[in-house]
């Protein structure tokens, strides 16, 4: 697969809605809400709107030792959260990555996410033969 560009998120406490292009592939609203002294992981919101059929594989980021995709769901009347390998992304459609639903989370993170801060996010993408990092 071929790597044909870097998607950045910015995150921060609040909503930052910059919108991120590669391709056929948008991203916008990336945020995180700011984290508690030795908080470890952090919560990703964003949405990514495809032009083609394609799948979110994965992410990555220099302020954490690890991001992983999650999927919240409802199982006997109770939440549960769930690591999923990958997220589906439909033709043409914005599919939103927010709690309560599939997310992202940022775990082990290096330093503590304050107010205004920004993160870089790369989002593993693979759809039409490529791969967006």
Do not use: F
């Amino acid at each position: 697969m071929k790597t044909i560009g870097k998607l950045c998120g910015v995150l921060g406490a609040l909503l930052l809605s910059s919108s991120v292009y590669a391709g056929d592939i948008k991203v916008e609203g990336a945020w995180a809400r700011a984290t508690a002294p030795g908080q470890e992981v952090a919560m990703v919101d964003l949405s990514i709107t495809s032009s083609q059929q394609a799948q979110l594989l994965g992410a990555s980021s220099p302020a954490c030792k690890t991001v992983e995709i999650h999927r919240m769901t409802h199982d006997n009347g109770m939440m549960q959260m769930r690591e999923v390998q990958s997220v589906e992304l439909p033709a043409g459609k914005r599919v939103n990555l927010s709690s309560g639903g599939y997310h992202l989370m940022l775990i082990g993170l290096k330093n503590p996410l304050k107010l205004g801060d920004s993160v870089a996010l790369a989002l593993n993408i693979k759809g039409a033969g490529k791969t967006i990092s």
